[in-house]
């Protein structure tokens, strides 16, 4: 048994709070929005380059201790907490009783099987499918982002069922649990690749593709790749697409398409702006706010890049001879453009805070206040990235190798 405290805080002593609470005992805290079921809720999206954003204006702070504590030991720790926390009296607070319950059938009475379309599902290893006819993919839930239940998770899905062929080869950068790799082997691809740059779920999608008797080739970002593929799918956030998109769009073999989902339908614009210079993309659909976007890189007859003759005229004083222009010169405008305006709405990198470029392909695009990074920084100082430089965020990290 447990005994569970709920106070009322404000938006700047909310947190306070909550650390003087485990520094007196507390077995556990979570600041929630007090107005939460009401017109008055108010949902919080952050990522690594973005702002923190402040706690909720009206917050309410969940202690968890020991059933055994006494009515005027928990007074002492409450009023102890509130003191170190600057408040003047211990706030208004309601206690009730926990039980202990057999947490892990309540944790899986939360997991349904999920329709993804009719002929897919995403079902639970304690469930039964639904259809046993359909592509039932089995997974619980675990440490690595991507169970199907999230809005982007299902719009990369839906994406795979509608462009992965027989053969196909298959890029999942930021893979998570495995979900979208695994889901485009059973659709048939013939080479499915995922990458993250977390370990744990590396670990966590080499065991689940295991489980659905899968084929993934999956390694850490850290080890590089110069392979293309047929069909690209990122679900990660709209900083790490925005840094990565030179990166990124060069895995899309000629002719492939590539989706990408973890961005807001009010960060469409921006991700399609960093991406201009290389793959045009498209918002492709929307499912509660957020957004998958899609391109398809030139073929074999067009230029996937803007281009320049390989020759161009000397310049004066130097008749007869000629000099040699890189032709990815002709991207200088267009990345100098995407990194002001990048580096415009992000703030400096502060100390021991993860970099967006480190931190987030392995965490999902529903994860809240997170560290703060810079913006993305894709060119040198001169804003032109020279063949063989590093890919760079505004911190100075390397983009992952994997991608270089």
């Given at each position: ?5 709920t ?20 077995l ?7 107005d ?32 055994d504590?006494?009515?005027?030991t ?34 899986q009475?939360?997991?349904d ?87 744990k ?14 084929r ?21 956030l ?167």
């Amino acid at each position: 048994m447990w005994i569970s405290v709920t106070l009322q805080a404000d938006a700047d002593k909310a947190e306070a709070l909550s650390d003087a609470l485990m520094e007196a005992g507390a077995l556990s805290v979570s600041i929630e929005d007090a107005d939460a079921g009401t017109e008055a809720e108010t949902p919080q999206f952050g990522e690594p380059g973005h702002l923190p954003t402040s706690l909720w204006a009206h917050s309410k702070v969940i202690a968890l201790f020991d059933g055994d504590t006494g009515g005027e030991t928990l007074a002492a720790m409450l009023g102890e907490a509130a003191s170190a926390a600057g408040f003047a009296a211990v706030p208004p607070f309601s206690t009730e009783t926990v039980a202990e319950q057999n947490w892990v059938q309540l944790t899986q009475s939360q997991f349904d099987p999920i329709r993804i379309t009719d002929r897919m599902w995403i079902v639970p290893s304690w469930h039964e499918a639904p259809d046993a006819d359909a592509i039932n993919i089995e997974l619980d839930p675990g440490m690595a982002f991507g169970t199907g239940s999230h809005p982007t998770t299902r719009l990369c899905l839906e994406w795979l069922c509608d462009t992965v062929t027989p053969g196909c080869s298959v890029l999942d950068y930021g893979c998570g649990s495995g979900i979208l790799g695994i889901a485009a082997a059973r659709l048939g691809a013939g080479d499915v690749l995922g990458i993250d740059i977390d370990e744990k779920a590396v670990e966590a999608a080499r065991d689940n593709a295991e489980r659905n008797r899968v084929r993934l080739r999956l390694q850490h970002s850290a080890q590089p790749t110069g392979e293309t593929f047929e069909c690209v799918v990122a679900n990660i956030l709209t900083n790490p697409l925005c840094v990565l998109a030179p990166a990124i769009a060069a895995r899309v073999a000629p002719g492939g398409e590539v989706a990408l989902s973890g961005v807001l339908e009010s960060q469409a614009e921006q991700v399609i702006e960093a991406w201009a210079p290389f793959i045009t993309l498209r918002a492709g659909a929307t499912l509660e706010g957020w957004v998958r976007l899609e391109g398809r890189r030139p073929g074999h007859d067009a230029h996937a890049l803007p281009c320049l003759p390989d020759r161009v005229p000397a310049s004066p004083g130097t008749a007869g001879r000629t000099r040699r222009r890189s032709p990815l010169r002709a991207l200088l405008p267009s990345l100098q453009r995407a990194r002001a305006r990048l580096r415009a709405t992000h703030r400096s990198q502060k100390g021991g805070s993860p970099c967006c470029c480190q931190a987030a392909p392995s965490a999902g695009p529903d994860a809240v206040r997170t560290g703060r990074a810079d913006g993305a920084r894709i060119a040198d100082d001169t804003g032109f990235r020279h063949p063989g430089q590093p890919i760079r965020c505004g911190a100075g990290h390397a983009a992952p190798s994997a991608l270089r």
